[in-house]
DNA sequence: CCCGTCCTCAACCCAAGGGTTGACAACCGC
DNA sequence: GCGGTTGTCAACCCTTGGGTTGAGGACGGG
């Protein structure tokens, strides 16, 4: 499970993860404030966010140790890519068939 | 992990998952015809398919033994919805961060 | 300078996930 | 109706993943 795109979907699989995504989206936060509204230790958020950070989700630019952590929300651009992409080709099939469906439609009128 | 979300994000996780989804957005198919390019045996790719329908990206309509495989792109939207929900409130902050350092900038130039 | 706070690393536990083999049910062609 | 093809179920292996506790490292405010 190298390659970035696993990365990101497992990421995003999990309800925590994408609860910390939606509230990073509001703005940076540092792990003590994002740990705060769970149940779960400190140390527990501290891997999620460390998941998100390998997926690329997430950045801490700074080198200081209670830095924030920052939402990189480019890099969900790179999942509605691959999703738009099949969702796409997927539709113009329907509507492939729907022409075809219609052609056959006039067919049966006029024989 | 109950919620349709995670079940989603987690079943698109799987590079496997994500190359039957982006075959099945050319056409309809078999079990058999799916596993045909793997080299994993057809009850993995059988539990695959399972997986993507439990997660509701896929359906079987037949009741029959040979049924095809069908892809379900509405349930992308679902994921694209998510998403894009986060990355335009991101969005939204930067260039609001942007106002805010183009009035301060302002007011360095008049004081 | 030093104490408390904040965070991470390490080791471990248990559940879930992807894979395999083996058996077996259901269908199709004949 | 029978034999081969097609798909699923079941049991099992091993790895991954989320969680915990325990220890320890690095700052920041006094």
Redo the contacts between chains.
Sequence with gaps: ?T?P??RV??A????TR?DL??R????DATVGQLAAPYRVTVQAVSKHVKVLEDAGLVSRSGDSHRRPVH?E?DV??L??A???R??R???Q?YRRLDAVLAVMEEETQEP
Tied chains: 1, 2.
């Excluded at 995003?12 to 309800?15: G, M, S």
């Excluded at 990073?24 to 703005?27: E, H, K, M, P």
């Design positions: 499970m390659d795109l696993s979907f497992s995003l699989a999990d309800p994408r995504v939606a990073l989206a509001a703005g939402l929300a969900l651009d999942m509605t691959w999703i738009e099949y969702r080709q997927a539709e099939r």
